[in-house]
């Protein structure tokens, strides 16, 4: 136990890191293949989006792609290190992915206007139930990591 | 290049001459092959068949059905470049081709062959950040400027153009993952931003393309072409992320039990 707390303690970032890109991923992901491919509630290009909508747009897939990836290896590092901390990296997992969805609703689809959650209906009630989910995830993965942190300096003082 | 599309009758041997360039880089890796293999261990199966594959995902893009439709069609051409831009430089890296040639190489000139390698001007073109630059950056000015439709009226130009877009896209490959010879390897966090920022300059690029189509080409074949260019992309693109995270997975392997990260 105390070989896998000392191991975890010194990953806390990467536990961290590694829920977060991934829960970007996998928010981005769903976006993807549900609202997408599977709903076609969003559009691939909406005419009124501005080129800064693009370019973050862009940007953020680039990213979740590359963050799908990496955030897998990165917990597959930890497991190899006996140093993967299920809590905190879920915490990460609420933080990234709530994180990024209340980008994606308000900036994204508000003030940049890349696209709408959907098409010719009213959208405030979309809008609000998108980012109040996301405001809860990110709220309790925050909730989550910042107790992590302190049951690992508690344990190190006990240690 | 200039297809003659009256005289259907005499395209077959045309074709075939035109297939001959493929078949000789495929010969010529074969024999390197076989001769070192004398003097050193067996050259593994795998990486011929990478060459292969790489060399007729090449010629897909470049001779054939695909690349005659290409003249008249957006879609086509989209497809032939994820072929010639991305797949192919994704397999013929995974042949490691130089490796192959400094063993077959007699010392002298391997030795030779590795100034150049390290000289500064190959330094400079397989920088991250420069071979990124060249690919992306190459496609940019290739659809967002009249070139795209100057290449298909001038057969030289096509074929330059077709060459680059292979070339940066190898560059572009062997910058980033580092499977073959490497005169100069950079650190995993540049090559990490630089292949972010590549990827997201080809997906603003393609969906770019789907709102303005480039000269030439109608709206509809531009929504097609810039939607393959897109999710195609993100096909390969996601290989790519793979092997270069698994470099690093490997790279940053605990080696005592007290690690440090990197």
């Known amino acids: ?159 | 290049m200039n297809h003659n599309h009256v005289h259907r009758a005499s395209e077959l041997p045309n074709e075939l001459l035109l297939a001959l360039p493929f078949v000789l880089v495929i010969l010529i890796y074969l024999l390197f092959g076989l001769v070192s293999n004398q003097c050193h261990k067996q050259w593994p199966i795998y990486r011929y068949i990478f060459w292969g594959s790489g060399v007729l995902s090449a010629a897909v893009a470049l001779i054939g059905p695909i690349a005659d439709t290409a003249h008249e069609n957006f879609t086509a051409h989209m497809v032939g470049h994820l072929f010639l831009g991305m797949l192919a430089p994704l397999l013929l890296v995974h042949a490691a081709p130089m490796t192959l040639l400094m063993r077959t190489l007699s010392v002298g000139h391997a030795r030779k062959l590795s100034r150049v390698l390290k000289s500064f001007p190959v330094r400079i073109y397989c920088h991250p950040v420069v071979a990124s630059i060249l690919n992306i950056g190459g496609l940019w000015v290739l659809y967002t400027t009249e070139l795209y439709s100057a290449m298909q009226h001038h057969a030289l130009l096509h074929m330059v153009v077709h060459f680059h877009v292979f070339l940066a896209g190898y560059l572009y490959t062997i910058s980033i993952i580092y499977i073959d010879l490497t005169a100069h390897r950079y650190s995993f966090s540049l090559r990490t931003i630089v292949l972010i920022l590549s990827l997201a300059a080809h997906g603003i690029l393609s969906k770019y393309i789907y709102a303005y189509p480039p000269g030439g080409v109608t709206i509809e074949q531009a929504h097609m072409g810039g939607m393959i260019m897109y999710y195609g992309g993100d096909i390969i693109e996601i290989c790519l992320i793979f092997l270069f995270c698994q470099q690093w997975y490997k790279a940053a392997r605990p080696r005592t039990s007290v690690s440090i990260s990197h």
């Open chain 1, 1 to 159: 136990m105390s070989t896998n707390h000392a191991s975890r303690s010194a990953y806390l970032g990467r536990n961290l890191l590694s829920g977060c890109i991934l829960g970007l991923g996998f928010v981005a992901f769903i976006d993807e293949a549900v609202f997408h491919q599977i709903l076609h509630w969003h559009h691939f290009y909406d005419k009124s989006t501005p080129d800064i909508g693009l370019v973050s747009d862009g940007i953020f897939h680039a990213f979740s792609w590359f963050s799908t990836v990496a955030g897998a290896f990165l917990v597959s590092d930890l497991r190899r290190r006996n140093a993967w901390w299920p809590k905190r990296w879920f915490g990460g997992f609420l933080i990234g992915g709530g994180g990024f969805n209340l980008f994606d609703g308000t900036i994204q689809h508000k003030l940049m206007r890349i696209h709408q959650i959907r098409y010719n209906v009213e959208i405030a009630p979309y809008d609000w139930v998108w980012n109040i989910l996301a405001a809860i995830m990110l709220i309790a993965g925050l909730m989550i990591v910042f107790r992590t942190g302190r049951e690992s300096k508690v344990m190190e003082g006990t240690a």
